[in-house]
């Protein structure tokens, strides 16, 4: 494809110049960004581009990181996992000051990196309950589809969440969502600890079924950076809050 030839142009020209030029991993987010979107990702040029950004990521916003993590995890370049294990330390440390959406594609990035393995893994899905746990903590700060978003990040890579924080989510779901201009479901019924789980509240389930993917589904990954942001009709709000609280109800009968 033309896009495809003048990135590869663009990224070759950019590549020589890593060295001499002071390209930092906020630019080279950008660039990854680029080969995401157009779903090239090519393993040598992203292994190149995150080597560099490695000794600068400190500067990068959570946004850029979540990218960077994105094109290394869907590359698997050489270096990927070592990559998100550095990048998980940097964006753990910005988790309590992340903005909604950033949480959301923070977790996106993160859950596509569970998938690289070894221990990659473990450290990408640590990332995702920690971005989960601060979006429970005020998810009246969400939208509706930022709400659904971080459950089906939770779903599609298994990473379990505590009842408590399922609870939290779904009823600020249950909150937010019209329902076609109907009253709000019963919210016991979204409720974990209302479904017969008692005390045991703090025991970890996956938030919904993995075949539940949604509005940030693991097969469009030029999702992120947008996931979280795109304006959607009320309609499409709602629908995805649905098939986010049907999944969990599903789970828990």
């Given at each position: 494809?033309?896009?495809?030839?003048?990135?590869?142009?663009?990224?070759?020209?950019?590549?020589?110049?890593?060295?001499?030029?002071?390209?930092?991993?906020?630019?080279?987010?950008?660039?990854?960004?680029?080969?995401?979107?157009?779903?090239?990702?090519?393993?040598?040029?992203?292994?190149?581009?995150?080597?560099?950004?490695?000794?600068?990521?400190?500067?990068?916003?959570?946004?850029?990181?979540?990218?960077?993590?994105?094109?290394?995890?869907?590359?698997?370049?050489?270096?990927?996992?070592?990559?998100?294990?550095?990048?998980?330390?940097?964006?753990?440390?910005?988790?309590?000051?992340?903005?909604?959406?950033?949480?959301?594609?923070?977790?996106?990035?993160?859950?596509?990196?569970?998938?690289?393995?070894?221990?990659?893994?473990?450290?990408?899905?640590?990332?995702?309950?920690?971005?989960?746990?601060?979006?429970?903590?005020?998810?009246?700060?969400?939208?509706?589809?930022?709400?659904?978003?971080?459950?089906?990040?939770?779903?599609?890579?298994?990473?379990?969440?505590?009842?408590?924080?399922?609870?939290?989510?779904?009823?600020?779901?249950?909150?937010?969502?019209?329902?076609?201009?109907?009253?709000?479901?019963?919210?016991?019924?979204?409720?974990?600890?209302?479904?017969?789980?008692?005390?045991?509240?703090?025991?970890?389930?996956?938030?919904?079924?993995?075949?539940?993917?949604?509005?940030?589904?693991?097969?469009?990954?030029?999702g992120i950076g947008s996931v979280g942001h795109r304006e959607a009709?009320?309609?499409?709000?709602?629908?995805?809050?649905?098939?986010?609280?049907?999944?969990?109800?599903?789970?828990?009968?």
């Amino acid at each position: 494809a033309t896009e495809h030839s003048l990135l590869d142009g663009l990224a070759g020209q950019l590549a020589i110049r890593l060295s001499a030029d002071r390209i930092h991993a906020r630019d080279l987010s950008s660039v990854c960004a680029a080969f995401v979107r157009i779903r090239h990702v090519d393993d040598r040029r992203i292994g190149q581009f995150i080597s560099h950004a490695a000794s600068t990521m400190h500067e990068a916003a959570p946004a850029e990181l979540a990218r960077l993590v994105l094109a290394a995890a869907l590359s698997g370049a050489a270096g990927a996992s070592d990559f998100v294990q550095l990048a998980a330390n940097f964006s753990g440390e910005k988790v309590g000051f992340m903005l909604p959406g950033e949480l959301v594609d923070t977790a996106f990035a993160f859950g596509h990196a569970t998938e690289l393995g070894g221990e990659c893994g473990p450290t990408a899905a640590m990332l995702v309950r920690q971005v989960c746990r601060e979006a429970a903590a005020a998810p009246e700060t969400c939208s509706l589809r930022q709400l659904s978003s971080l459950l089906h990040s939770a779903a599609r890579w298994s990473v379990s969440i505590p009842f408590s924080e399922v609870a939290a989510l779904t009823d600020a779901i249950v909150d937010r969502a019209s329902f076609g201009g109907g009253p709000a479901p019963n919210r016991a019924k979204a409720t974990p600890s209302s479904a017969g789980f008692g005390g045991d509240s703090d025991a970890g389930v996956p938030a919904t079924e993995p075949e539940a993917a949604g509005p940030c589904d693991a097969d469009d990954p030029s999702g992120i950076g947008s996931v979280g942001h795109r304006e959607a009709d009320d309609e499409v709000e709602v629908a995805a809050a649905a098939r986010a609280l049907t999944a969990v109800l599903r789970y828990l009968s």
